[in-house]
């Protein structure tokens, strides 16, 4: 048996073990520097230092690490060892205050969209005191900040941390229209993970999978997702022994590992933690998904977090949970009670209707990439376009106070819609909505079109920036007016009138959905190339300058760190498929071709009815010309474009021409596929993968 209150954080560096290791004067500092969003003095992180050392080492560690989140999407480490040499040839272990805070990786290798040359190739990482520190192996990992040398960042977690500030002070202003006063308002996210098991002897012979993280080949299976028994359905014991261990190890780390489950596509499970502040929600996902891929070993498995590791069967997302709260604890999407704390509800969920339709287009590019391409707008995740989805009761009551008439709940009460009777709203009565991308559901807002692999700072520093827009509009609107209420009112009727579009509380999957959306304006951003040409748009440009998030070469560089990654995915994916059909496919078709015409003349001097074999010969021969003629024209695709020199019509020229020849390509080999002998297939099918773990 477990203990796991015993078990939980055992490995985290958390406020119990601070309190228990620092000297009192020295918490108190840094818990007071944390909560104020302050910088830690020298004397403290001195002292903090030296308590982490000598606890890290109690549980193992040897090492440490100042861990950052690049523009790569993954996490970086480099880990250096605590010892310090002594006389006479020994060591002690040490670790200094000023190691804590700032660390200096060589930063020349990683993405940094131009912003610093070779010749001033440093960066340096800054301690974030926000988030724990915790050991894992041998190692004692630090989170922080990477940023350049001349201030630019260079990372996913700077700006996060920049965009929450933003977001707390345009709240605090609102508030205090109230007559409310918190510290500080932050946001929280719970994101739940998808992604697949499949056993690792046959991923080891799927050079797709292990190359590029999905199949590029693969006829469908005669039992994919159809009977639609997976979904909720009972863990098969391999799965659950791993979903054990793997709770058990995110535990340990503090991860608030909540539910998990059977998702809709066979081999596919989801995993949702308890909802943390936005930033160590983060981390806390970053860590998650390199857990879930480390344990999987453990179990002669492999964890794919890909979002499209199958075709034809539904893909990976992460659904990102997002609400705001004071640090007096309210939540700010929480429907009130009374009348004026209703008022703010109202005030709050408008500014996030304003958010959500001016910024569709930053919400959808942060949640653009290659493999996410393949979900959206696939009836299987949201579409392209971003709406919003609010349920009947709030739709109605925002559309009767626009309208000015009276109101009539769901509950048969009437109210009228004078300032001072703002409904109440009863919750639950928002039946839930799957296919929304931007869904309200009851006290938090889902975003729904994150992959399963996308790192969520992105997505949640556009939220916190669009809705810090808006309520700042707000603020500078309401400030000075001596009725406050009632311009309040006002202001949430105005907006709703003018951002009503961005509503949808209907099927997304639906394609009238599609000539609606663009009736109403709002905007279809098919692909990921199409989606990051919005990023440097000027309005966005003075947004992110505005909220002090990013300047205008911060901007522009990740647009093109974005793209670049884009058109490096294309070209990996389509000269892996160019190279699998070379050395793998056609070999074997042409062996099965010949095993055919073998048997044809054989049989056929024996005055044998051939008729059948000839058919699958003509049939695998056909398939044969077309495949090497559809694998020839990729590879000379793939070249041409990479000679492209400017970068958007690089990454358009990936998506309409060489991920549409590589579509052709697969076409032709999963058609083999399905004629060749299981003997003769060079590597596990769809069945083999997600249908015997
Ligand atoms: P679903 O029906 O989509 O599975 P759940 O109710 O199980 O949704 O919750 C999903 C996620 O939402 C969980 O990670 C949960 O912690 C998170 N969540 C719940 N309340 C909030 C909140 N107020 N703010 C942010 N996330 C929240
Ligand atoms: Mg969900």
Redesign the pocket.
């Known amino acids: 048996m477990i203990n796991v209150p015993e078990l939980f954080g055992s490995m985290v560096f958390n406020e119990h073990v601070m309190r228990d290791r620092l000297p009192k004067d020295v918490f108190a500092a840094l818990q007071s520097t944390i909560k104020a969003g302050k910088s830690v003095s020298s004397e403290v992180a001195d002292a903090v230092a030296c308590a982490m050392k000598d606890w890290a080492i109690e549980k193992g560690a040897t090492h440490y690490t100042h861990w950052f989140q690049p523009m790569t999407g993954i996490t970086a480490e480099k880990h250096d060892s605590f010892i310090d040499p002594e006389d006479g040839g020994a060591v002690i272990m040490k670790f200094s205050g000023k190691q804590l805070i700032k660390g200096e990786p060589d930063a020349s290798s990683f993405p940094s969209g131009g912003l610093r040359s070779t010749f001033e190739a440093r960066g340096y990482t800054a301690w974030d005191p926000t988030s724990y520190a915790f050991v894992k192996g041998s190692v004692l990992y630090i989170p922080t900040a990477f940023i350049s040398y001349s201030g630019q960042v260079l990372d996913k977690k700077t700006p996060l941390l920049r965009s929450m500030n933003s977001l707390s002070d345009a709240a605090l202003r609102v508030l205090k229209l109230f007559g409310k006063t918190p510290e500080r308002v932050t946001a929280?996210?719970?994101?739940?993970q998808e992604y697949f098991l499949i056993p690792r002897e046959l991923y080891k012979k799927r050079p797709d999978l292990i190359i590029t993280g999905r199949t590029l080949f693969g006829a469908k299976p005669p039992k994919g997702q159809e009977l639609e028994d997976h979904y909720f359905g009972n863990i098969k014991s391999k799965v659950l022994e791993y979903m054990e261990d793997l709770d058990r190890e995110l535990w340990k780390l503090g991860i608030?590992a909540?539910?998990r489950h059977n998702e809709v596509a066979p081999a596919q499970h989801e995993l949702?933690?308890?909802?943390a502040t936005v930033n160590i929600a983060t981390d806390h996902n970053q860590l998650t998904m390199s857990v879930m891929r480390k344990v999987a070993k453990k179990h002669d498995l492999v964890c794919l977090l890909h979002e499209k590791p199958f075709a034809g069967v539904n893909g990976s997302g992460k659904?990102n949970?997002?609400?705001i709260?004071t640090s007096d604890g309210e939540?700010l999407?929480e429907p009130g009670k009374d009348l004026k704390n209703n008022l703010q509800f109202m005030l709050f969920l408008t500014a996030v209707i304003k958010a959500v339709d001016e910024h569709q287009d930053l919400l959808r590019l942060s949640v653009a990439t290659a493999g996410n391409d393949h979900r959206l707008g696939a009836h299987e995740a949201p579409p392209a376009i971003i709406s919003m989805f609010l349920g009947d009761e709030i739709t109605d009551l925002l559309e009767t106070l626009a309208s000015g008439k009276e109101y009539k709940n769901h509950h048969g009460n009437k109210l009228s819609t004078g300032v001072e009777s703002v409904p109440v709203i009863y919750e639950d009565t928002t039946d839930?909505n799957r296919t929304s991308p931007f869904a309200f559901?009851g006290?938090?807002f889902?975003f729904r079109s994150l992959g399963s692999s996308t790192n969520i700072a992105c997505p949640n520093v556009m939220i916190n920036a669009a809705v810090a827009d808006a309520l700042n509009y707000f603020a500078d609107r309401l400030e000075n007016e001596k009725d406050f209420c009632k311009a309040a009112l006002a202001l949430i009727k105005e907006t709703y009138e003018k951002h009503k579009r961005i509503v949808f509380n209907g099927d997304n999957y639906a394609d009238e959905w599609q000539t609606e959306a663009k009736k109403r304006g709002l905007l279809d951003l098919k692909g990921t190339p199409e989606a990051l040409s919005y990023y440097d748009r000027q309005e966005n440009l003075e947004l992110f300058k505005r909220l002090k998030i990013y300047n205008n070469e911060e901007v522009r560089a990740r647009k093109d760190i974005l793209l670049e990654n884009y058109c490096k995915v294309i070209s990996i994916e389509a000269q892996t498929m160019c190279e699998i059909t070379q050395k793998q496919i056609l070999p074997a078709a042409v062996r099965f071709s010949t095993m055919l015409a073998d048997n044809v003349s054989r049989l056929s001097i024996l005055g044998v009815n051939v008729a059948a074999q000839t058919e699958v010969l003509n049939a695998v021969a056909d398939l044969i010309n077309d495949a090497y003629a559809a694998e020839k024209k990729l590879c000379e695709l793939q070249l041409a474009v990479k000679t492209e020199a400017d970068l958007q019509r690089k990454a358009d020229g990936c998506h309409d021409k060489v991920f549409a020849a590589m579509q052709d390509l697969r076409a032709y080999c999963d058609r083999l596929e399905t004629l060749l002998p299981k003997e003769l297939w060079p590597f596990p099918t769809y069945g083999d993968l997600l249908l015997y773990v």
Do not use: D, F, M
């Open positions: 929280s996210v719970g994101s739940e608030y909540k539910t949702a933690p308890i909802y659904h949970n997002w609400s709260s939540n999407l839930r559901t006290n938090k889902e």
